[in-house]
């Protein structure tokens, strides 16, 4: 499976199990979040432990859900960059925009 869920309390980590995230799945990847939103999830975590490679339309689709869950007073928070994907975002100045954890634990508890 290339996204999996996990549900600690009111946090929804959704783990991508990628080591390429691209165009190809970048369509599917929104529409689970979207789902994920839609069903009231809205304190997200985004686990990309696993992506050696990220992107820009599959950074579209971490921003479109970050706004969709921002607009309902939660957040998407980030956790695992590898080498290449920290520099994809440094270079897309997105870590200005998101929050981003060493581990999943401490993005799971920055929500309490």
């Not at 600690?8 to 929104?30: C, G, I, M, P």
């Not at 921003?63 to 994907?85: E, H, I, N, R, Y």
């Amino acid at each position: 499976m290339e996204f999996t869920k996990e549900k600690y309390n009111d946090v929804l980590v959704e783990v991508v199990n990628l080591e390429r995230a691209t165009l190809k799945e970048a369509e599917q990847f929104k529409k689970v979040l979207t789902a994920d939103i839609e069903e009231g999830n809205k304190n997200l975590v985004v686990d990309l432990n696993r992506c050696e490679f990220i992107d820009s339309t599959f950074l579209g689709a971490l921003v479109v859900s970050l706004k969709k869950a921002t607009a309902l007073g939660g957040d998407l928070k980030l956790v695992g960059f590898q080498p290449a994907v920290h520099s994809m975002f440094e270079l897309t100045r997105l870590h200005r925009v998101f929050e981003a954890f060493r581990s999943r634990e401490d993005a799971i508890a920055s929500f309490n």
